[in-house]
């Protein structure tokens, strides 16, 4: 069975080098769910593919804000 996955960006704030880009596509790739995860640190943002019957808005923020960035949904 094929999972529906659906394309979300999340704008983050806070990022200032790779290394933050790093922790926030990790702490977003260990949700489950998650398929790919495209975090910019040009942009402010990560773009995560995920399923949502298993996943929330909501909890996908929380995994970034507890890596300590803060968080919104972009429009």
């Known amino acids: 069975m094929e ?3 659906e ?3 999340i704008e983050i704030t806070g990022m200032s080098c790779q290394g933050c880009v ?3 596509t990790a702490a977003l790739k260990a949700l489950p769910g998650v398929g790919q995860v495209d975090v910019s640190l ?4 990560a773009r995560v ?3 949502p019957g298993l996943l ?3 909890e996908l923020r ?3 804000e507890d890596a300590g960035f803060d ?3 972009a429009v």
């Open 42 to 45: 040009e942009a402010g943002q």
């Open 62 to 64: 929380k995994a970034i």
């Open 3 to 5: 999972r529906r996955m």
């Open 49 to 51: 593919a995920c399923d």
């Open 7 to 9: 394309s979300i960006v």
């Open 71 to 73: 968080t919104r949904t």
């Open 22 to 24: 790093k922790s926030v």
């Open 56 to 58: 929330s808005v909501a």
